[in-house]
């Protein structure tokens, strides 16, 4: 049974930084991507960080919201992965939840929910003004 468990979340001043840890347990069989996504009471998840585990693995998404704020980095070797973000804004609280996609679900593109089948719990992140 697969596992995504989030931690490091917390609360920081505006233009602080903060590091989410995902460790994932149990085998995610032909993983295509693994991901950040974030929600905020009344929108929609928003994925804010992407890497590709598939083809072409190491490949890198980010929104143009995190862009050059957020980085999104994978161990292999512990089956973890992190979101390093810095410069945080208060618009950047959310809850943010870990992600992986296997290839038992349709590919809709790495920025699509739909494309990822396990989800963590979610780490929660404030950041005040």
């Known amino acids: 049974r697969v596992q995504l468990v989030e931690s490091g979340g917390g609360s920081v001043q505006a233009g602080g930084s903060l590091r989410l840890s995902c460790v994932a347990s149990?085998?995610?069989?032909?993983?295509?991507?693994m991901s950040w996504f974030r929600q905020s009471p009344g929108k929609e998840r928003e994925v804010v960080a992407g890497i590709s585990t598939g083809t072409d693995s190491g490949r890198t998404y980010y929104p143009d919201s995190v862009k050059g704020r957020f980085t999104i980095s994978q161990d292999n070797v512990e089956n973890k992965l992190y979101l390093q973000m810095s410069s945080l804004k208060p618009e950047d609280t959310a809850i943010y939840y870990c992600?992986?996609?296997?290839?038992?679900?349709?590919?809709?593109?790495?920025?699509?929910?739909?494309?990822?089948?396990?989800w963590g719990r979610g780490t929660q992140v404030t950041v005040s003004s």
């Open positions: 992600a992986a996609g296997d290839r038992l679900t349709a590919n809709y593109g790495i920025a699509d929910a739909r494309s990822y089948n396990y």
């Open positions: 149990g085998y995610i069989y032909g993983r295509n991507f």
